[in-house]
């Protein structure tokens, strides 16, 4: 039976504070949880919206445990349910900012708050995917995000960072919603990435598509 979990404390302004405890946090989960392979890019699941979390207990506690270590496994930064299978609109997160600063959470149907003009300064850093191993491309995103959601008890959560941790919120919740990053991209720089894929060997347990 997995553990009740505990939620995070907030800030001044409603935001989760999730650099606390960040290492026993992490730990717990994974240690709970078993490591599942990554689906990958051309898999139904992860070219469609995903259902809604309805349904906030057991079950969605120990998924909630196997994506941290399926996400240890393959030494990612963040996961969303459909890259393990799961047709969930969960995803988890253990990702340094750009100051070094770790942040680890779990955010369940997220939504992307819309950024005024002034917030909008876009980033064109590298980006890549667990579930297009080993090609990365440029893409320019907004090097802060903020999102709303639930926690996995079902209480209503605030998430924010900036630069690489923006990405990650950001590329995370494009994927419950049916979107890899490759579909952001030119149709010849995701031809390139298709290529790194093809050319490349993941080095963690991916789902072969048949």
């Given at each position: 039976m997995?553990?009740?979990q ?19 946090r ?69 990702c ?18 819309e950024?005024?003009?002034e ?7 590298n980006?890549g ?66 290529k ?7 080095r ?7």
């Open positions: 997995a553990e009740q505990t939620a995070l404390r907030v800030d001044d302004e409603g935001f989760v504070i999730d650099t606390e405890d960040c290492e026993e992490e730990a717990a989960h994974r240690e709970r949880g078993t490591s599942r392979p990554i689906t990958v890019v051309g898999n139904p699941v992860l070219h469609k919206e995903c259902e809604d979390v309805t349904e906030f207990g057991e079950e969605l506690a120990r998924l909630v445990d196997d994506m941290f270590a399926s996400q240890r496994t393959a030494e990612g930064v963040g996961l969303a349910a459909n890259q393990i299978g799961v047709d969930l609109k969960v995803f988890v997160y253990d340094p900012d750009d100051e070094g600063v770790r942040h680890t959470g779990v955010v369940c149907n997220p939504v992307l708050d950024l005024a003009p917030l909008r300064v876009l980033d064109d850093s980006e995917c667990l579930s297009v191993p080993t090609a990365y491309a440029s893409l320019a995103r907004p090097d802060y995000a903020s999102v709303r959601g639930q926690d996995v008890q079902g209480n209503p959560i605030r998430v924010r960072g900036t630069g690489y941790f923006a990405r990650c919120l950001q590329h995370e919740t494009d994927h419950l919603y049916g979107y890899l990053y490759i579909d952001r991209l030119s149709k010849r720089e995701r031809k390139d990435a298709l790194q894929m093809a050319e490349g060997t993941p963690y347990p991916v789902v072969a598509n048949d």
